[in-house]
């Protein structure tokens, strides 16, 4: 994987850590960026790699946001493509079949806190700030925020934020349950390492089955919701994984 703005670390444990490295524009997002994230989520391996953790470079972004100077000029036609790419791309972020750690170590504005949203799980440094600041700009959030920040935190929280633009601290993002839990900078990627150890050490298709019904439950009813886990709780009596570790619980092993 050779990309312009995108590093990876491929570790023998099963992590993989994803870099967007574009510091001098605080790892703003255009549209190559987009369309490497895109490549990357499309090809990673996913055995390999059973755990990903997405960061920024520096330690003043995360992601600020989408590249300004690259959408003030668009044209509705061409600002309807750049959206779709994004949310394309976030989209199958969300859908891996591994889990998702966001290492949010500094700003995760716009863009940058749609694609943190994307992921399973956001730890945050102690300066990290959230926002979707879009309706200052003359634009609304593009890139799904609309559709993931209300279920993330409730309609209202949400509303409150995206209609004031209102940029908040990380102690706040915790709060309202934007976040998991928030570190000291030097503490953020060893704690999500650590939670991605722990994770590591589970059945891979227990979490990968597990993953996939909390994130179709977006969009299930009750019934299709129930069934979905029902058919997955017996697939899980299919692998090796189940009847290893149950055998080894049984014999206190």
């Known amino acids: 994987m050779n990309y312009q703005y995108l590093k ?3 570790r023998e444990s099963g992590l993989g850590i994803l870099t967007i490295s574009a510091p001098r524009s605080l790892n703003a997002l255009n549209s190559t960026i987009i369309g490497e994230l895109d490549d990357f989520c499309s090809t990673l391996d996913c055995t390999a790699t059973r755990v990903l953790i997405l960061t920024g470079d520096g ?9 300004i100077s690259e959408m003030a000029t668009k044209s509705p036609a061409e600002a309807l493509e750049f959206g779709r790419r994004g949310a394309e791309a976030f ?3 969300e859908d891996l079949p591994i889990p998702t750690i966001a290492a949010v170590n500094g700003f995760a504005l716009g863009g940058g806190c749609e694609i943190a949203m994307a992921c399973d799980i956001r730890y945050a440094s102690s300066k990290a700030k959230f926002g979707q600041p879009e309706v200052g700009l003359g ?4 890139f799904s925020g609309t559709y993931r920040l209300p279920k993330l935190i409730g309609q209202g929280m949400a509303k409150e934020l995206i209609y004031s633009a209102k940029v908040i601290r990380a102690d706040e993002a915790l709060r309202i349950g934007l976040v998991n839990a928030v570190f000291e900078p030097e503490e953020l990627m060893p704690k999500a390492e650590e939670l991605a150890a722990l994770i590591l050490k589970q059945a891979p298709f227990a979490v990968s089955a597990a993953k996939r019904c909390i ?6 009813n009750r019934a299709e919701s129930l069934a979905l886990e ?3 709780f017996a697939e899980c009596f299919a692998t090796e994984d189940q009847k290893t570790r149950m055998d080894n619980f049984l014999h206190k092993k």
């Open 8 to 10: 990876f670390e491929q």
């Open 59 to 67: 330690d003043r972004s995360f992601v600020a946001g989408a590249d």
């Open 91 to 93: 989209r199958k972020l």
């Open 139 to 142: 634009i609304i959030p593009g």
């Open 215 to 220: 994130n179709e439950n977006y969009d299930l």
């Open 230 to 232: 029902n058919n997955l």
